[in-house]
C-alpha cells in the first residue's frame, strides 16, 4: 500500500470510507484540517470518514539494486540523467518566458504611444471645435445632439446684447435700497433656527427669487425645496443620481449631477433632461436674462441651453476639467474655474476665450461682484478669497478668513461677500467710500454652502444636508 498523497508506504495507514484512497495518517488530517476535502477525488471529507488500517510493522529489506557498489552507481547515474533533464526542461521554459516578457513589454510600449497621439490629437480636435460656431437649428432633446457646438441663434444674441446694454447703463447708478442690511446688521447675526430636514451629502444651496425657498439635493439622488418662513420642507422630487449643483430659473428648478445629466423641473415635474457631459457636471449658471443656462463638467466643457425652447445651443471645450461657473452680471461673459488653477472667461455670443486669470490650486467657487469690475475665486482648500479686476486683468487684493472656505456668494449691492466653510462663516465688506475692507460678521456655524436672502438680512448655512437660517435675533 502506498499514501495517495506522498507516494510513499504510510507507517500509520488510514482508508477513506467514500473513495478508498489509503493516505499516511498525520498527512491526511492536515489536510483535511485545511480543506477539508479529499485530495483526489475532490469530495467533502472529514476525519469521521477514515478508517484506520493494521499492517505489519516489521522492516522492509532493502532493495537488492542498493546491496553493490556497481549498482549503487547505476542508481546514482539514472538519478544524474533525470536531473540533467529536468534542468535542460527548465532552461527551456525561462528562455520562452523571457521572449514572451520581451513582447508584452513592446506591446504595452506601443499601446502607450498610440493612447499618447491619440489624446494629443483629441485635444487639438477639441481645440479647433471650440473655436467654431455652426449656425442652425438645434435639437430639443439633449440625447439627439452629436455636434461640440451650435451658434446662438439670432434671437439670443440679440437678447444677450439687450441685456447686457440695459444693466450696463443702470448697473452703476443703481442706489443701493434703504432697507438693505448695513454692517451693523452683521454683527448681530446669530443662528436663528435650524432646519429639521436632512440631504447626506448635499453641497450647494440655492435662493429663489422671492427670498424665501431655498434649493438644494442630495448625494441619495433626491432635490428638495424649502420654505424659510414656514420652517418646512415643502416639496420633494427625485433627480435619478447625486445632486452636485443646483438653482433657480424663476419659478423652475434645474439640476446638474454626478451622471453628467442637466434637468429641469417645475412644481417638481420634470419639463427637460439634457445629458451633454461626458462626467460630473461641476457647477450650473444663469443668465441676467433668465433664458439662457450654462453647465460645466469634469470633461472640460461647458454648455450653454437654451431655457425657452429646452435646447443645447452651444458645447466648447477647454483644456482642462472645470469645477465651477458663473455669468458675468451683464450677461455678456461666462467665468469658469479649472481644475488646473485657471480662471477662464469666455464671451457668451462667440464661445471665445476672452481672458484668463492664472491662481494657485484648483478653483473651488468664484462669485461677480454687482459692480461688474470684480470677480472673487478660492481655490480648494484654501483659507484666503482673492479678489480680481476684470479692466486691469490682475489680482487686486487677497482677503484672509482664518479658515478653510469652500463657497463664496456676493450680495446685491456688491458691497458684502459672503464666505463659507468647515470652521465658520464670515462676511467681509468694502466701503466705497473709504476702499477700505472689514470684517462685519464671523461665524462659527460650519457651512459647505452660503446663499443670501431677501434684502440681505438672513444667510442660509448649508451643512450636512441641513439648513441653517442667521439673521438678528
Known sequence: MLCAISGEAPQFPVASTKSGNVFEKGLIEAYIAENGKDPVTGEELTLDDLVELKSSRTVPPRPP???????????????WDALALETYTLRQHLTQTRQ??????????????????????RDEAREALSKIAINGGVPTNGDAMQVDGQGLSETLVAKVEATQQGLSKTRRKRAVPEDWATSETFQSFSPVYKSECSYAGARTVSIDPSGDLALFGGSDGNAGVFSISQNRLIREFPVGSSVTDSLWAGNRTVTGTSAGIVKIFEDGNELASFSGHAGEVTGLALHASGEILASVGVDKSYILYDLISSAMLLQIFTNSALTCAQFHPDGHLLATGGADGQIKVFDVKTGENAANFDATGPIQAISFSENG????????????????????G??????????????????????????????????????????AWSEPLKSGVPSVAVAWCSKARNLISLNEGALTVLGSS
Open 373 to 392: 469690475t470684480w470677480l472673487a475665486s478660492v481655490g480648494r482648500g484654501s483659507s484666503s478669497v482673492s479678489i480680481w479686476d476684470l479692466r486691469k
Open 394 to 435: 490682475e489680482q487686486i487684493k487677497v482677503l484672509e478668513t482664518g479658515g478653510q472656505v469652500n463657497d463664496i456668494q456676493w450680495d446685491y449691492t456688491g458691497q458684502f461677500l459672503a464666505t463659507a466653510g468647515p470652521s465658520g462663516i464670515t462676511i467681509q465688506h468694502y466701503a466705497k467710500s473709504s476702499k
Open 100 to 121: 514572451e516578457l520581451s513582447r508584452a513589454l513592446y506591446e504595452h510600449d506601443a499601446a502607450v504611444r498610440v493612447i499618447t497621439r491619440l489624446s494629443r490629437e
Open 65 to 79: 539494486t542498493l546491496t553493490s557498489i556497481p549498482s549503487l552507481l547505476s542508481v546514482f547515474q539514472n538519478e
